[in-house]
Every structure is written in structure tokens, then in C-alpha cells.
């Protein structure tokens, strides 16, 4: 599913990077700062760089006093990939140097590819000791849909975009599947380790590495773990340089300290408050507006409606049992999004009856003065009864009987 999203949008990738290095399950997932990542894996015993996160420059300067006063590297903290391509990571000599790098930074928008031309506001960066590097690694963690189970991945291709070399170098991505019974062995760290080309007491700190990442992986309900690079310094030493962590958000109750180490100030605003009225939204950058009842249909229906020649605006799934408060709320969140040239709601009225639905559609189209067009295709519970609520309503709604009929009124509409 999510690959079709993928398609869909790029920033979509952003919202779960799950590999294509293997073949993933995407839960809606929590992402986290990456110093923040670094903590967890810290207090799991993997061993990472001294640092701390500041949100001035004079406390940049006062860090990296306190790491020495020599080289430390000033990093931007977004939940996107590629900061240093976009100006977000800085190796300085000195204390002065650091305080200016965090000035630069500080407050300024950071354009990556993972963030879309908008980018996204530095609010906060990471000062850290500077370290001699001598290789580059990668390592990651996924859930695994084919195989059921947790899958470690690692690559000699360490500090560089692991989709690309995945596509195009496949054969350079290691993988072992980890059974949850007898959880990672250490025949399988060692194998890793070979791949990677680690020899000697490398191998030892290897294991240990990969057997503390996969506990905290386990332990904290991860969906997505990655390390990249995790460097072997020039005296031999194995630590996680950068880290990201996703954590799939239908366990967030068991991490209430997880749970609150999230930032709003990074997710997409109509997404964060969709999730305060429990719906899943994801914004596109079409403009058909799409309000569906259930995941599978509404990748179904966003792909009907590219098929029609449109474009979806967004992925919204009110759920099975939305009352017409929710709908009312999403209707609002649609509308907010000044993008949306009309809107088509697909609804299969099980749990979700067609007449609540009904009910909270009259009510928002009411209630917000829409005036984009609106087409309505619906089946299930009280189907006939919705219809003839909407047509009762007096408003100018449009329905369609099957989705593709849906799909081309609304995309007609739109243009």
C-alpha cells in the first residue's frame, strides 16, 4: 500500500521509510528527532557520539566547549533525510565556529529531498564531538510482510540514499530474517559482519551492536530503525553516527515517554489535527479531495481517480465506525486545504451507516459554506435513506452509483 502512496507523492516516503529492500508492512508510524533516537539506542547500549541538542547558538558555543573545545559537527534535527546535501550539516574547528553554524541553521529553511520544495523550518540542532572516520556502514530494521518477521539489513554503503543502491545495486544490501522466538543469533551478526567486511575484535563489537539495536527495535514497538552511516572510526571502533527511529503508533499507549517525544512542529498541520478527531490523513499535492471509509478502499479510490485523469489531493480514511461529528471533521480538513478543486467521497456503509453519513456531510457543507462541487458514492447500510437525505437537503451535491462513474464526474468537475 504503501508503494502506491509512494507513487502517488514523494513526501509520502518521508511519512514511513520503509526500504525497498524488503517488503514491508506500514502501520501510521511516529517519527522522532534523531538525537532523540540516539538516547534510545544509548540506553540499549549501543554506543554513539557524545552530544547535546540546543536551540540557541550561545548554547552551541557552550557544547562545544564542553566536548573540548576542538572539532565538533553542528546538525540540523528535521525529520527528513539529506541535511548535509541541503546545508544542515557543518563540521567546524572550534567553539566560535559552532555558535555561527548554529546561527546559520537556527530558524532557517532546510530543502531536502525528503521534505519537497517547502522544506522544513530549523527549529533545534545537534552539537556533537567530530570523530575519524574510517569507513562508512549502514544498518537498519523493518518489519518484513513477507516473512513475518523482523528483518536487519546492512551495506558496505554507509552515508549514502539506501534506496538508491538498493535499486540499483541490490546484491550490496545484506539481510537476515529474525525469528521473535529465539530473536537475533549471533551466527547471524557474525554473517553480517563478514558481509560487511569487519574482521578481528570488529566483529565482536559487531554483534554486540546488532543485538542491542534489534532489543531496542523490539523493545520499543519500532517499525522503522535505521543507523546510516554507522562509521568504524580510525582506532577501530564501531558507533552509530546518525540515527532514525519510526514507531508504529497502534502501540504508542505501551510508550507513554516515546509518545511524548513527539514534534508537531514537523508534521504536516491538517495531518496533526486530523489525528486529534482519530482520522488518518495524509496530504498529496492534487486536487480531488478524497473522504473514504477503510485504508484499502481509499488507495483504491485515489487510484481510480489518477486512472480518471485527476489527481488525488490527499489520503483520508475516516475509519469504519466515523459518527457525524468525525465526518463533519473531516469535511472541515478537506476544506482547509485551499488546494481542493472538488471533492469525492466514497463511502461502503457497514459499521458506518449511510445515513450518519449523509447527516455529517449536510451538516459540514452547511455549517462551511463549501463551494467546491461534491460527488457521493455510497453503498451498504441505509443506503436508500442517505440518498434521500442528500437529495432532500437541497444541496447541490452529485451522486454516482459505481466508482469509476465517480472518478470521472469528479475529476470533469474539478477541471
Given at each position: 500500500?504503501?508503494?502506491?502512496?509512494r507513487a502517488l507523492?514523494?513526501?509520502?516516503?518521508a511519512?514511513?521509510?520503509?526500504?525497498?529492500?524488503a517488503?514491508?508492512?506500514?502501520?501510521?508510524t511516529?517519527?522522532?528527532?534523531?538525537y532523540?533516537?540516539?538516547?534510545?539506542?544509548?540506553?540499549?547500549?549501543?554506543?554513539?557520539?557524545h552530544?547535546?541538542?540546543?536551540?540557541?547558538?550561545?548554547?552551541a558555543?557552550?557544547?562545544?566547549?564542553?566536548?573540548?573545545g576542538?572539532t565538533?559537527v553542528?546538525?540540523a534535527?528535521i525529520?527528513?533525510?539529506?541535511?548535509?546535501k541541503?546545508?544542515?550539516?557543518?563540521?567546524?574547528?572550534?567553539p566560535?565556529e559552532?555558535e555561527s553554524?548554529?546561527?546559520?541553521?537556527?530558524?532557517?529553511?532546510?530543502?531536502?529531498?525528503?521534505?519537497?520544495?517547502?522544506g522544513?523550518?530549523?527549529?533545534?540542532?545537534l552539537?556533537?564531538?567530530?570523530?575519524?572516520i574510517?569507513?562508512e556502514l549502514?544498518?537498519?530494521?523493518?518489519?518484513?510482510?513477507?516473512?513475518?518477521?523482523?528483518?536487519?539489513m546492512?551495506?558496505?554503503?554507509?552515508g549514502?540514499?539506501?534506496?538508491t543502491v538498493?535499486?540499483e545495486?541490490?546484491?550490496?544490501?545484506?539481510?537476515?530474517?529474525?525469528?521473535?522466538?529465539?530473536?537475533?543469533?549471533a551466527?547471524?551478526?557474525?554473517?553480517?559482519a563478514?558481509a560487511?567486511?569487519?574482521?578481528g575484535p570488529?566483529?565482536?563489537?559487531?554483534?554486540?551492536?546488532?543485538a542491542?539495536?534489534?532489543?531496542?527495535?523490539?523493545?520499543?514497538?519500532?517499525?522503522?530503525?535505521?543507523?546510516n552511516?554507522?562509521?568504524?572510526?580510525?582506532?577501530?571502533q564501531?558507533?552509530?553516527?546518525?540515527?532514525?527511529m519510526?514507531?508504529?503508533?497502534?502501540a504508542?499507549f505501551?510508550h507513554?515517554d516515546?509518545?511524548e517525544?513527539?514534534?508537531?512542529a514537523e508534521?504536516?498541520p491538517?495531518?496533526?489535527?486530523a489525528?486529534?478527531?482519530s482520522?488518518n490523513?495524509?496530504?498529496?499535492?492534487g486536487?480531488?479531495?478524497?473522504?473514504?471509509?477503510?485504508a484499502?478502499?481509499?488507495?483504491?479510490t485515489?487510484?481510480?481517480?489518477?486512472?480518471a485523469?485527476?489527481?488525488p489531493?490527499?489520503f483520508?480514511?475516516?475509519?469504519?465506525g466515523?459518527?457525524a461529528?468525525q465526518?463533519?471533521n473531516?469535511?472541515?480538513i478537506?476544506?482547509?486545504?485551499?488546494?481542493?478543486?472538488?471533492?469525492?467521497?466514497?463511502?461502503f456503509?457497514?459499521?458506518?451507516r449511510?445515513d450518519i453519513?449523509?447527516?455529517?456531510?449536510?451538516?459540514?457543507?452547511?455549517?462551511?459554506?463549501?463551494?467546491?462541487p461534491?460527488?457521493?458514492?455510497?453503498e451498504?447500510?441505509n443506503v436508500e435513506?442517505?440518498?434521500?437525505m442528500l437529495?432532500?437537503?437541497?444541496?447541490n451535491f452529485t451522486?454516482a452509483d459505481?466508482?469509476?462513474?465517480a472518478?470521472?464526474?469528479?475529476?470533469?468537475?474539478?477541471?
Amino acid at each position: 500500500m504503501i508503494r502506491r502512496l509512494r507513487a502517488l507523492h514523494p513526501r509520502v516516503h518521508a511519512l514511513h521509510a520503509a526500504r525497498k529492500t524488503a517488503r514491508v508492512r506500514s502501520p501510521h508510524t511516529m517519527k522522532i528527532h534523531e538525537y532523540q533516537a540516539k538516547a534510545i539506542l544509548a540506553r540499549h547500549g549501543v554506543p554513539v557520539p557524545h552530544g547535546e541538542v540546543v536551540f540557541n547558538a550561545t548554547d552551541a558555543r557552550a557544547v562545544a566547549e564542553r566536548l573540548g573545545g576542538g572539532t565538533v559537527v553542528v546538525k540540523a534535527q528535521i525529520h527528513a533525510g539529506g541535511r548535509g546535501k541541503g546545508g544542515g550539516v557543518k563540521v567546524v574547528k572550534n567553539p566560535a565556529e559552532a555558535e555561527s553554524a548554529a546561527a546559520a541553521m537556527l530558524g532557517m529553511r532546510l530543502v531536502t529531498y525528503q521534505t519537497g520544495p517547502a522544506g522544513q523550518i530549523v527549529q533545534r540542532v545537534l552539537v556533537e564531538q567530530g570523530l575519524r572516520i574510517a569507513r562508512e556502514l549502514y544498518l537498519g530494521l523493518v518489519i518484513d510482510r513477507a516473512s513475518e518477521r523482523p528483518v536487519i539489513m546492512a551495506s558496505r554503503e554507509g552515508g549514502v540514499e539506501i534506496e538508491t543502491v538498493a535499486e540499483e545495486t541490490p546484491d550490496r544490501i545484506f539481510k537476515e530474517a529474525v525469528h521473535p522466538a529465539t530473536g537475533l543469533n549471533a551466527f547471524q551478526t557474525r554473517k553480517l559482519a563478514f558481509a560487511l567486511g569487519l574482521e578481528g575484535p570488529q566483529v565482536g563489537q559487531a554483534g554486540k551492536l546488532m543485538a542491542a539495536v534489534y532489543q531496542a527495535f523490539m523493545d520499543s514497538d519500532a517499525s522503522l530503525l535505521e543507523i546510516n552511516p554507522l562509521i568504524v572510526t580510525e582506532d577501530g571502533q564501531l558507533l552509530a553516527l546518525d540515527a532514525k527511529m519510526n514507531f508504529d503508533d497502534n502501540a504508542l499507549f505501551r510508550h507513554p515517554d516515546i509518545k511524548e517525544l513527539r514534534d508537531a512542529a514537523e508534521e504536516e498541520p491538517l495531518e496533526v489535527e486530523a489525528s486529534t478527531h482519530s482520522l488518518n490523513y495524509i496530504k498529496l499535492d492534487g486536487t480531488i479531495g478524497c473522504m473514504v471509509n477503510g485504508a484499502g478502499l481509499a488507495m483504491a479510490t485515489m487510484d481510480i481517480i489518477k486512472l480518471a485523469g485527476g489527481e488525488p489531493a490527499n489520503f483520508l480514511d475516516v475509519g469504519g465506525g466515523a459518527n457525524a461529528e468525525q465526518i463533519k471533521n473531516a469535511f472541515r480538513i478537506l476544506m482547509s486545504d485551499e488546494s481542493v478543486k472538488a471533492v469525492l467521497i466514497n463511502i461502503f456503509g457497514g459499521i458506518l451507516r449511510c445515513d450518519i453519513l449523509a447527516e455529517g456531510v449536510i451538516a459540514a457543507v452547511t455549517d462551511l459554506g463549501v463551494r467546491v462541487p461534491v460527488v457521493i458514492r455510497m453503498e451498504g447500510t441505509n443506503v436508500e435513506k442517505g440518498k434521500q437525505m442528500l437529495l432532500d437537503s437541497g444541496l447541490n451535491f452529485t451522486t454516482a452509483d459505481t466508482m469509476s462513474e465517480a472518478a470521472e464526474k469528479v475529476v470533469a468537475l474539478g477541471r
